[in-house]
């Protein structure tokens, strides 16, 4: 499984984008346990923000909660991370992260590309 992470840019204070990340290769994301988004801040670690199961359940960091959500199409292949009401802090690389499980143990874990969002004041 291969991830292509597109979407950000330049976003003003206030406002919204929409990442995609698409999984290309063997099988769906039916098949991933688990996607989730990270976000990596200009000097400092990355970090999970948003998470998404196969079951469909969603978790958000603090820092996220009520401005970003996490969703998927699976038709497509596709995960979609929908932020809202933008802030200069959310500024950063954002990396897309897949996750597959057998038996209880982790047996792939994937990373896409990352994707540069800038959020000016």
């Known amino acids: 499984v291969q991830l292509q992470a597109s979407g950000g840019g330049l976003v003003q204070a206030g406002g919204s984008s929409r990442l995609s990340c698409e999984a290309y290769g063997s099988g769906s994301i039916l098949n991933i346990n688990m996607m989730g988004w990270y976000h990596q801040a200009p000097g400092k670690q990355r970090e999970v923000i948003a998470g998404?199961?196969?079951?469909?359940?969603?978790n958000y960091a603090d820092s996220v909660k009520g401005r970003f959500a996490i969703s998927r199409d699976n038709a497509k292949n596709t995960v979609f991370l929908q932020m809202n009401s933008l802030k200069p802090e959310d500024t950063g690389v954002y990396y897309c992260?897949?996750?597959?499980?057998?038996?209880?143990?982790?047996?792939?874990?994937?990373w896409g590309q990352g994707t540069q969002v800038t959020v000016s004041s």
């Open positions: 992260r897949a996750l597959v499980y057998n038996d209880g143990a982790l047996t792939r874990d994937y």
């Open positions: 998404l199961t196969r079951a469909g359940s969603t």
